[in-house]
DNA sequence: TAAACGTGGTA
DNA sequence: TTACCAAGTTT
């Protein structure tokens, strides 16, 4: 082990204690408001994070709350944070803590990882810093440091270099430094990765460990931790289509519970197969999955989206489907016809949201002016209701 | 087991 | 613009 190993957990919680970041979650550390923080901060940065996890706890403040909601209000105050799957992993654990352990997140390690989106860091994280049991948990950031200081030369997905990992880990809370104060441990441990031991540029000169840095010693800092190069991801074309009743409500579908963007709302529409033209794209695609005609008329808006693994340009067009025909939920979940104003309590993806924003827009351009005794009142009323 | 799963920020 | 990255879990 590198020199004065055992020294490095003090160190840490020392440089915790000093410049440790004051984040909402640390304010009041009850184990729904260290889970509730855990779920939203993965994959996720702590910036984006914040304003989420205030208005989630505005709007669902106890575990009881969250097992009240509905997965459509839930999905509402996730909209934009990604991976939302984890929304309703919340929604569906929380309705199995209130049922099978009155309320109370449960301790237990094995008791909380059984919970839905809980796996083996989220478990161990909540275990030490709502509990203060010595759990290990290896996050990106754990798994950089570690791999610095140790200067792991394994790639970091490899089998050796995962051993490897936990090994250290186990032997540094075995300490008792880090069995007295689990959760600064790992919070300190966080914060170092996500201030000084950064990706790109390490700031090793504000480093508490920078002394028994294996990388550093040998200037391989920045190239640790070995990461493989990934495959370029496929690009799609996509159309869509926005269609209006005379009322202007305008149709949506809404997702597969299961799979990318499971239970959002969306304009509907697919992908074009091999030498497919945009507009016969969309006609198929809404003739597939809802049994009618679509007439595109004109153009509304190309969107390039970049998704987990792939990427896409969708174009959307607005058009007509036939007035005595009904559209049918045949591949979606569900269909509906969402007025202007209802819209953006509608869950949506990226991509759809610019595209209902877009058609709110034109809607109230082509409103009756506002300063006329007639509509003025109406239009000030929906310019409150709606935010963007 | 490897692939699926979002989005926004940064170089 | 492209590529990579950020407190992982599920299947």
Redesign the pocket.
């Known amino acids: 082990m590198n020199p004065g190993f055992e020294q490095l957990p003090a160190r840490l919680i020392a440089w915790f204690d000093r410049h440790g970041?004051d984040?909402p979650?640390r304010k009041d550390r009850t184990p729904y408001r260290v889970w509730i923080?855990?779920i939203m901060?993965?994959?996720?940065?702590?910036?984006?994070v914040v304003p989420y996890y205030r208005r989630w706890l505005e709007t669902f403040p106890t575990v009881e709350a969250l097992a009240e909601a509905s997965e459509t209000d839930v999905l509402k105050i996730w909209e934009?944070?990604?991976?939302?799957?984890r929304a309703r992993?919340l929604r569906r654990a929380a309705e199995i803590i209130v049922r099978d352990f009155r309320g109370e997140l449960p301790a237990d390690l094995n008791r909380l990882k059984k919970l839905?989106?809980?796996?083996?860091?989220?478990?161990g994280?909540i275990s030490s810093i709502a509990f203060a049991n010595p759990i290990p948990a290896l996050?990106?950031?754990v798994r950089?440091v570690y791999s610095r200081l140790f200067d792991i030369e394994a790639p970091l997905k490899s089998?050796e270099s995962e051993a490897e990992l936990e090994k250290i880990s186990a032997a540094l809370y075995a300490l008792p430094e880090v069995r007295a104060r689990p959760g600064d441990y790992l919070?300190g441990l966080?914060?170092l990765?996500?201030t000084v031991c950064?990706?790109?540029a390490p700031r090793c000169v504000a480093c508490p460990w920078a002394e028994s840095c294996a990388a550093k010693a040998r200037g391989v800092q920045t190239a640790r931790p070995v990461?493989l190069?990934?495959a370029?991801v496929p690009a799609y074309l996509v159309a869509a289509a926005v269609i209006a009743d005379s009322d202007g409500r305008v149709l949506l579908t809404r997702r597969p519970k299961?799979?990318?963007?499971?239970g959002l709302w969306e304009f509907p529409g697919g992908k074009t197969e091999d030498g497919e033209s945009l507009e016969d794209c969309v006609r198929r695609e809404i003739r597939e999955e809802l049994a009618v005609e679509f007439t595109p008329i004109r153009p509304f808006g190309v969107y390039?989206?970049?998704?987990?693994?792939f990427k896409i340009t969708l174009h959307a067009f607005v058009g007509t489907i036939p007035a005595d025909s009904k559209p049918k939920a045949l591949s979606a979940d569900a269909l509906d016809w969402a007025a202007p104003e209802q819209l953006n309590a509608y869950p949506m993806?990226?991509?759809d949201r610019l595209i209902a924003r877009k058609w709110l827009t034109e809607t109230r351009l082509n409103e009756p002016d506002p300063q006329s005794k007639e509509s003025g009142s109406p239009r000030t009323k929906r310019g409150k209701t709606i935010k963007e």
């Open positions: 970041r984040l979650w923080a855990e901060l993965q994959q996720t940065r702590v910036e984006t934009g944070l990604g991976y939302y799957s992993s839905p989106g809980i796996g083996p860091y989220t478990g994280s996050d990106g950031n950089r089998k919070e966080m914060d990765g996500a950064l990706p790109a990461v190069k990934k370029p299961n799979g990318l963007l499971g390039r989206h970049a998704y987990t693994h993806g990226k991509v």
